[in-house]
């Protein structure tokens, strides 16, 4: 299985952090990309025509995309509960998913608005409008610790870890813990977890 790889992209992050969970991150091969919002990368187009990371091939060639679609293969394919089959633990989990995408989502338009956008035609009301959906996410969860239930490890869960990791990594001083500090001790403990400490490189 091979992935086109992007140390920074929360999402590659994510389906690499899910094949861990699944003992299935020996088995992905990290392919070299340039995906750009501006500049696109024209060999990542000619499998994907979205031009984005993560691009996934499994071993028989077959070309999937996004996050969501790539880890539930990898959850089929390595037998595992990431992924509740039915009922309302799986629309609770695809939901919790859900929202860590949407801060993600936000935390990386707000981004390309700081790297991306000539600073002339920069729109600050814009990026503090991406960046509050982290913010009304964050209190969402403080308000529903259950979504946050010790022992809890799913595709939700993993999700909103690797967007805590991601609104860490780029915005430094957004000071999330200070509001939400139940979220943050959460936080603290879960990503512990070996799939999350580890460090993918080329």
């Known amino acids: 299985m091979k992935i086109f790889f992007s140390p920074f992209s929360p ?3 994510k389906c690499l952090v899910t094949a861990h969970e699944l003992g299935l991150d020996g088995r992905v091969q990290l392919l070299p990309s340039n995906a750009n919002p501006v500049q696109r990368d024209p060999e990542i187009i000619a499998s994907n025509p979205l031009g984005k990371v993560p691009t996934f091939f499994t071993d028989d060639g077959t070309v999937l995309y996004d996050s969501r679609v790539i880890c539930e293969y990898l959850n089929e394919l390595g037998n595992g509960a990431l992924f509740p089959r039915s009922g309302d633990a799986r629309w609770n989990t695809l939901t919790l998913q859900a929202l860590g995408d949407g801060i993600l989502d936000g935390a990386l338009l707000a981004r390309y608005e700081d790297v991306a956008r000539p ?3 920069r ?6 409008g991406q960046l509050d959906k982290a913010e009304t996410s964050l209190a ?3 308000a529903h610790p259950a979504l ?6 799913d595709i939700g869960t993993l999700t909103v870890a690797c967007a805590l990791w991601y609104l860490d990594l780029r915005f ?7 509001r939400h500090p139940a979220v943050a001790a959460w936080y603290a ?11 993918w490189a080329l």
């Open 172 to 178: 430094p001083d957004l000071g999330w813990r200070d």
């Open 189 to 199: 403990e879960f990503s512990q977890r070996p799939s999350l400490q580890a460090d």
């Open 140 to 142: 969402h969860l403080s």
């Open 148 to 153: 946050m239930a010790p022992g809890r490890v």
């Open 11 to 13: 999402y590659v992050r």
């Open 119 to 121: 600073e002339p035609l």
């Open 123 to 128: 729109w600050p009301e814009w990026r503090a």
